[in-house]
């Protein structure tokens, strides 16, 4: 399994990025996945999860309304779209995947916003 993140770098409050979680080694379809996100000092935490079934979603209160997950099967990749980003939102963003008691995640990928 390896997933790797790309698309965070520097925005300003109030703007936006899209980060994407190119993913290889499974099979993308059959798994839900999700996004989390670590600030300085602070534990990870829970941004999004896109599930395999039905395609329901799940948000985090802090991000709902403003940002936006999704997979794309046939790219087998998983995307974040953040609009409304706030100097809250500084952190490294990482890609994971749940199997069984296994998670699998990514490098990470930085995303600072600043005023």
């Known amino acids: 399994v390896q997933l790797v993140e790309s698309g965070g770098g520097l925005a300003e409050v109030g703007g936006s990025l899209t980060l994407a979680c190119s993913a290889s080694g499974f099979v993308f379809a059959n798994y839900g996945m999700s996004w989390f996100r670590q600030a300085p000092g602070k534990e990870r935490e829970l941004v999004a999860t896109a599930t395999n079934v039905g395609n329901s979603v799940y948000y985090a209160t802090s991000v709902k309304g403003r940002f936006t997950i999704s997979k794309d099967n046939t790219n087998k990749t998983l995307y974040l779209d953040m609009t409304s980003l706030k100097s809250e939102d500084t952190a490294v963003y990482y890609c994971?995947?749940?199997?069984?008691?296994?998670?699998?995640w990514g490098p990470g990928t930085q995303v600072t916003v600043s005023a």
């Open positions: 994971n995947v749940q199997m069984g008691t296994t998670a699998y």
